[in-house]
Every structure is written in structure tokens, then in C-alpha cells.
Nanobody, 118 residues
Framework: QVQLQESGPGLVKPSQTLSLTCTVS??????????WSWFRQPPGKGPEWMGG???????YYSPSLKSRTSISRDSAKNTVYLQMNALKPEDTAVYYC??????????WGQGTQVTVSS
């Protein structure tokens, strides 16, 4: 059973950079044709796909976030990373990592709250 665990700072100041980690267990991030993606859900809104990194290392980003977002991985640590810069209060959300294919997302982390506030 694949399990995903997000971690990172709960509070970030505006204009700073957010760094989140998604630690994966029970499966390799370089196998099984999965895309390892980041989503976020602001309070009172629906989930938003931010981007992802495929098993082969290709990355894809939401056009609206591409200029501020970077997704990377460490295969040896079986970990996926999200970095977002120039944070704004409207980036406040619960951030999730998920693993899926073209058929949908099979595995989700429990999410981590990020609040952007001075």
C-alpha cells in the first residue's frame, strides 16, 4: 500500500518561499507509471492541481502557478518536493500530494496546512 506524508512549515510570511516535502512509502516514485502531483485547497474553495512529476522525471505545472512553482524529487529518498516562491495570503491552503495515472489519483496524503501571514 502506497502511503504519502506531507510535511513543511505551517506558517510562512508573505513574499517568502514555501518548501514542502512528500515522503512516499510502499512504492517507488520512479516506478509504476505514476505521476506524483501537488494539489491545494484554499478555505471555502475546491481543490486545485498545482503540478506534478512523472515517474520518469518529467514535470508539469498549472499555467497559473508555473512562474512561482517548482516540483522536484530525490529518488534515493523516495521523496517529492514542492517549492513555491513569492507567497501571498491567498496561497493559504491545505496542500496535498497525490499519486495517480491518467485514470485518476489512487493515493493521497493527509494534507498539510499552510498559512501565509505576517
Amino acid at each position: 500500500q502506497v502511503q504519502l506524508q506531507e510535511s513543511g512549515p505551517g506558517l510562512v510570511k508573505p513574499s517568502q518561499t514555501l518548501s514542502l516535502t512528500c515522503t512516499v512509502s510502499g512504492g517507488s516514485i520512479t516506478a509504476n507509471y505514476y505521476c506524483w502531483s501537488w494539489f491545494r485547497q484554499p478555505p471555502g474553495k475546491g481543490p486545485e492541481w498545482m503540478g506534478g512529476i512523472h515517474y520518469d522525471g518529467r514535470t508539469y505545472y498549472s499555467p497559473s502557478l508555473k512562474s512561482r512553482t517548482s516540483i522536484s524529487r530525490d529518488s534515493a529518498k523516495n521523496t517529492v518536493y514542492l517549492q513555491m516562491n513569492a507567497l501571498k495570503p491567498e496561497d493559504t491552503a491545505v496542500y496535498y500530494c497525490a499519486a495517480g495515472t491518467t485514470n485518476g489519483y489512487d493515493y493521497w496524503g493527509q494534507g498539510t496546512q499552510v498559512t501565509v501571514s505576517s
